[in-house]
């Protein structure tokens, strides 16, 4: 158990769909992140919430939208995926200040579009 | 560019020791992370290292030479369930985390 939950662990969705993925922490966390994790590749940063405000944006299509409405919870919207967005989507959370900024992750969401 | 460089895969037998290596190149250095990420679940969290050295925790060390830009993670006394990938992070001038793409590792009996 890490503390940080996300739902649902398995999605399957078509191209016109609309689906949110849910991440809760539990951890007394101030900053909190999307990340999305293909096959051999490296991690990528998606979104950032700092105290519920978004300090990054790394260039994500706008198909994908953040909410964060507290500091514990953070959802990502999803609307006409493309199948090359078939991925495991990571949330992580951390302290949130500048010191050993160690993220905490959840078990993902492994998304597959059709 | 910003750039993390780790091996893609290892094995290892059972009981014996083995090393994966990271080398980076970023702007600017704020600390190297090690996490453990078994198949289908959460990556989770294994090591710090701001300070060149060695830093050790049970069976598993890290060691980091910032001049060199290299971070290594030993793992003694291997066991079956340490098969899993690791994945080495580096904290940047702007404090974002950039990911190695990770090192799976295998370990045989």
């Known amino acids: 158990e890490t503390g940080v939950t996300q739902t649902p662990r398995h999605l399957v969705m078509g191209m016109t769909n609309k689906k949110s993925l849910k991440c809760e922490q539990h951890?007394?966390?101030?900053?909190m992140y999307w990340y999305k994790q293909s096959a051999k590749k490296p991690l990528e940063l998606m979104f950032v919430y700092n105290f519920k405000e978004q300090t990054e944006n790394n260039s994500v299509p706008s198909r994908f939208s953040p909410e964060c409405p507290n500091s514990s919870h953070l959802f990502l919207h999803l609307h006409t995926l493309q199948p090359e967005d078939s991925a495991l989507y990571l949330c992580a959370s951390s302290q949130g200040g500048r010191d050993q900024e160690t993220q905490y992750f959840g078990p993902g969401t492994r998304l597959l579009v059709l | 560019g910003q750039n993390i460089d780790q091996p893609t895969e290892m094995t290892a037998t059972e009981g014996a020791i083995v090393q994966i290596n990271c080398t980076y190149q970023t702007s600017g250095f704020n600390g190297l992370f090690w996490y453990q990420q078994h198949a289908g679940e959460a990556p989770t969290f294994l090591s710090y290292?701001?300070l060149d050295g060695l830093e050790e925790k049970g069976r598993f060390s890290s060691f980091l030479s910032r001049s060199k830009g290299y971070s290594y993670l030993l793992l003694k006394e291997l066991q079956m369930k340490d098969s899993a990938s690791y994945l080495c992070a580096v904290m940047d001038s702007n404090y974002q985390l950039i990911w190695g793409a990770g090192t799976k590792l295998i370990i045989k009996p």
């Open positions: 951890l007394g966390h101030n900053a």
């Open positions: 290292n701001v």
